[in-house]
């Protein structure tokens, strides 16, 4: 999607309909700095208010993702390019959170490492010694769950038996053995328990 031209379409729409930024803003319940980073195309309205926006600037949602009023001759193509962007948009953001993983996960082990090391080289009192491995632990007590919520939605879990690919429950993925990012779990469409990798793509 093209962030500046729905930007400038949502500008467009907003003086047909006689609105300043603020007065927008006000009818969504925002301010005018969200309103004026969407017309820059620095940022996108958030999905639970684009029907309230759609209804004040009397347009369709498929017109604002498009940047522009959609005919009836070209809306299934239209809609089908939206979604494919959407689509790649969702697989980008995943990646990302998923490399945001392995980075929280590298700087917890180093943490602990350094301080294992530490507690066992240098001279120190015993008290004190087991008060920095307990610290040590600390980062990643605190940062797994949080880990295991990026494991639970990003991307998908796929069943080795009937190749369904799914997002499992929280307490699913916190429950099952694992080997890295491969989880042993029941398919909820077969319902047979399985060693499923971790995929990007819904199909």
């Known amino acids: 999607m093209d962030q500046v031209k729905i930007g400038r379409f949502i500008a467009d729409c907003r003086k047909k309909q006689k609105l300043t930024q603020m007065q927008l803003a006000e009818k969504l319940n925002l301010t005018d700095r969200a309103v004026s980073k969407w017309e820059t195309g620095k940022a996108m309205p958030d999905s639970s208010i684009m029907l309230d926006l ?14 522009e009023v959609v005919t009836m001759d070209n809306y299934n193509k239209e809609s089908e390019k939206i979604l494919l962007e959407m689509v790649k948009q969702k697989e980008e953001a ?7 993983e392995v980075f929280i996960g590298g700087v917890c082990l180093l943490v602990l490492l350094a301080l294992l090391l ?11 010694r087991v008060v920095l491995i307990l610290i040590g632990f600390f980062p990643i007590l ?13 991307g998908y879990y796929q069943c080795a038996h009937c190749g369904h690919r799914y997002v499992p429950s929280y307490q699913s993925v916190f429950m099952a053995m694992h080997m890295g990012r ?9 319902q047979k328990r399985s060693w499923q990798k971790k995929v990007i793509r819904k199909d």
């Not at 491969?182 to 077969?190: A, E, F, G, I, L």
């Open 54 to 67: 759609c209804a004040i600037l009397n347009i369709s949602v498929n017109d604002l993702l498009c940047g």
């Open 94 to 100: 995943d990646k990302r959170l998923l490399m945001m």
């Open 118 to 128: 530490i507690a066992g080289l240098v001279q120190m009192q015993e008290w004190l």
């Open 142 to 154: 605190f940062a797994t769950p949080f880990m295991l919520r990026i494991e639970q939605t990003a």
């Open 182 to 190: 491969t989880r042993y779990m029941k398919c909820p469409n077969c």
